[in-house]
């Protein structure tokens, strides 16, 4: 499965963005979907992952209450909603996609395809 992320962006702090995941290849329903994002210098870290179904949802608490992913099996895309946004989630946003639909996992090495990252820039 080949996935592209989208929605990036500069957005001030305070700000909202919605990131999109399309996916081509095989459908989504059968794939579990994360969310991670990387700052310079850093590991890449969880943000959100949802099951195949949708009917499991998983946050980092850094985001918790904040963001909220969702899916549209229909069009193979799955969202990242980005709402209060804070100078602290300036990263690269990624998504990926874990082959078990119905395990959520934190996991960066569950995960077996990525996509090529979105930037996302938020100004204090």
């Known amino acids: 499965v080949q996935l592209q992320a989208s929605g990036g962006g500069l957005v001030q702090a305070g700000g909202s963005l919605r990131l999109a995941c399309a996916a081509s290849?095989?459908?989504?329903?059968?794939?579990?979907m994360g969310w991670f994002r990387q700052s310079p210098g850093k590991e890449r870290e969880f943000v959100a992952a949802i099951t195949g179904n949708s009917g499991s949802t998983y946050y980092a608490d850094s985001v918790k209450g904040r963001f909220t992913v969702s899916r549209d099996n229909a069009k193979n895309t799955v969202y990242l909603q980005m709402n209060s946004l804070e100078f602290e989630d300036t990263a690269v946003y990624y998504c990926a996609a874990d082959p078990s639909s119905l395990i959520l996992s934190d996991y960066v090495g569950r995960y077996r395809y990525w996509g090529q990252g979105t930037q996302v820039t938020v100004s204090s």
């Open positions: 290849g095989r459908t989504l329903r059968s794939y579990a």
